[in-house]
């Protein structure tokens, strides 16, 4: 039998989450990039930017995909274990290589690009394993790093984009709604986390019939358990008077979106009151100061001094927002649009990002435990508009 390197198989109907148009616009992006970098072709290894110049989001179970840009072509790599589902499920064109011989991956890739070309890959993704097989089949005139260059135009969402983003902030306030009705006394953290997680999927789905539905969870936290931002649930029984923290994450076809609560089971004591409402208060003055010509690092040390003045800074764990789009907590990062102390980033209309102030207060001390609020803000003309709308406070949030 005479056993191909790799072909093309496509059939069924194309899904995507945009329109051709969206795709056409982010790929003449692209190119106007490779052109002022002198950059020939570029191979995407990533799930965010193969996701984002193409619609496809892989599964890789221990196997490379890619997506290969030229002045004229987008082809998406694929395993031959996903059958046509990648054609199906991405713009332009799908080469799917064999596992008969190793490295037929770098074939398929080479039969798009050709030897000796300018090459742009991705520095923040690319292995030295892959990056040495780049090399040797490629044989690369020089190789570029395109990755930052990528990320500059992801931070920058389109109006295809941020509706869809407002469409995942509002599926991310039905679970939290869901997850409130599910906080009793004795009730355990999974529990709850489940009810938010399976209310946001139905959700998912009663909104976007054709899509394909993965990756949404929850992360409920209770007690001590709330002291990281990133905690994983656990089968810990809520008590009255716990510290909670809510948090939800719908994910539509690659797109990530979060809504971040405090909460407390029944009552709440002084001392941890007062330390949710300053962080409340952080929340609201940094939501304020969210709008075009501002500096990510501007915004953070203004908050960073509102801290200070009551004595809260040294609570305080990590940045205070981050860029919402292709991500989520296993790929994708646009670390150039973060609230940190070391990111000169400009907000401009257009972009989303957080704002999520978080104290954490250790235990044995009055109001052990984290304090988290987080919204998603579109940045616009003039200033921003909240797309979040599950209440924060005291006021909404002692349940049970």
Known sequence: MDRPEFYRFHQGDRVLPFEAA??????????????DTGVEACVFTSMHNIAYYSGFLYCAFGRPYGLVVTASESVTISAGIDAAQPWRRCHGDNITYTDWARNNYWRAILS????????????????????ALLDEFLK??????????TMRQRMHKSPAEIALIRHGAQVADVGGYAIRDAIKE???????AMAGRDAMELEIAKRFPHAEYRDTWVWFQSGINTDGAHNPVTARKLKRGDILSL??????????TALERTLFVGEVDEASLKLWEANVAAHEYGMSLLKPGASCAQVTEQINAFFAERDLLQYRTFGYGHSFGVLSHYYGRE??????????????????????????????????????????LVITEDGNENITGYPYGPDFNVVG
Do not use: C, W
């Open 140 to 149: 690369p005139a020089s190789s570029h790093d395109i990755a930052p260059a």
């Open 22 to 35: 969206e795709y056409d616009a982010r790929l003449a992006g692209l190119r106007k990039i490779m052109n």
């Open 112 to 131: 798009v690009t050709g030897p000796g070309k300018v090459i742009g890959y991705e520095g923040d993704h690319m292995t030295l394993v892959q990056k």
């Open 335 to 376: 670390a150039g649009l973060e609230l940190r102390e070391d990111i000169d980033t400009v907000l401009e209309p257009g972009m989303v990002i957080s704002m999520e102030p978080m104290l954490t207060i250790a235990e044995g001390n009055p109001g052990a435990g984290g304090y988290r609020e987080h919204d998603i």
């Open 247 to 256: 948090n939800t994450f719908p994910m539509i076809s690659g797109y990530y």
């Open 186 to 192: 004795g009730v355990r953290e999974i529990d709850v």
